[in-house]
């Protein structure tokens, strides 16, 4: 067991660590509302990632939901426009590239509009 002043030294450092991850959420939605007119967020499956034990504690640290929540009102503020994607919306799709041995992913956004086109370190 742990005495009182060990629980009030814990206390006090799971406080000032709440406090700093607070305040980086709130400087990182502000440069991202800042500096884009447009953000696109892609609904995630937290649940279901969690159920992945070496993963579970880096995504449940990371505080998705708050971030977006962030990111809605400041996009109110600002004037910006926050678009929500489904997860099951095909976003990105893997097709072939010319020398058939990697895998090149096209970001479409919108019908008919390649915005990137990166190869991926995927062998076939």
């Known amino acids: 067991m742990l005495g009182a002043q060990a629980m009030s030294r814990l206390r006090r450092a799971a ?19 800042r500096e884009n007119q447009v953000i696109c967020v892609e609904s995630l499956a937290v649940k279901n990632m969690i159920k992945n034990h070496c993963l579970a504690k880096s995504i449940s640290d990371v505080g998705w939901g708050e971030l977006v929540r962030q990111l809605e009102y400041k996009c109110a503020w600002y004037g910006r426009t926050l678009v929500k994607i489904d997860r099951w ?36």
């Open 15 to 33: 406080s000032m660590l709440k406090g700093k991850k607070a305040g980086t959420q709130h400087q990182l939605s502000t440069r991202i509302v």
């Open 89 to 124: 919306y095909p976003l990105v799709k893997p097709v072939m590239s010319a020398n058939r041995s990697w895998k090149t992913w096209i970001w479409r956004c919108a019908p008919g509009s390649v915005l990137c086109v990166e190869p991926c370190m995927i062998a076939m």
